[in-house]
């Protein structure tokens, strides 16, 4: 079992930027397709981002495409989510996910066994 804690949310103005930690405490992520999710009030969570479990392929929401970039770190302890051109309507909780299932890219909740707590990002002038 591996648990995960997020990191990195805050307060940003329209246009910035922000990077989102996903750790896994006590054990390599190497053998974990990632994820990330978010979910704005009122919403179901939704899809932002897939890394493949060798950290080699990646997949993006179109909302989301060539603003944001997941990745993974040398020691494979860490995912990170850089948000970029941040829009009001990238406010959300921002979830990471985990799954030993699959090797590829996943953009379904229901395959992810593992969920941080999330991180709250707010876009706002």
């Known amino acids: 079992q591996v648990q995960l804690v997020e990191s990195g949310g805050g307060l940003v103005q329209p246009g910035g930027s922000l990077r989102l930690s996903c750790a896994a405490s006590?054990?390599?992520?190497?053998?974990?397709?990632m994820g990330w999710f978010r979910q704005a009030p009122g919403k179901e969570r939704e899809f932002v981002a897939a890394?493949?479990?060798?950290?080699?392929?990646?997949y993006y929401a179109d909302s989301v495409k060539g603003r944001f970039t997941i990745s993974r770190d040398n020691p494979k302890t860490t995912v990170y989510l850089q948000l970029s051109s941040l829009k009001s309507d990238d406010t959300a909780v921002y979830y990471c996910?985990?799954?030993?299932?699959?090797?590829?890219?996943?953009?379904?909740?229901?395959?992810?066994?593992?969920w941080g707590r999330g991180t709250q990002v707010t876009v706002s002038s």
């Open positions: 996910a985990a799954t030993g299932k699959i090797a590829g890219l996943i953009r379904t909740t229901g395959w992810y066994d593992y």
């Open positions: 890394l493949s479990r060798s950290g080699i392929s990646t």
């Open positions: 006590g054990r390599t992520l190497s053998t974990y397709a």
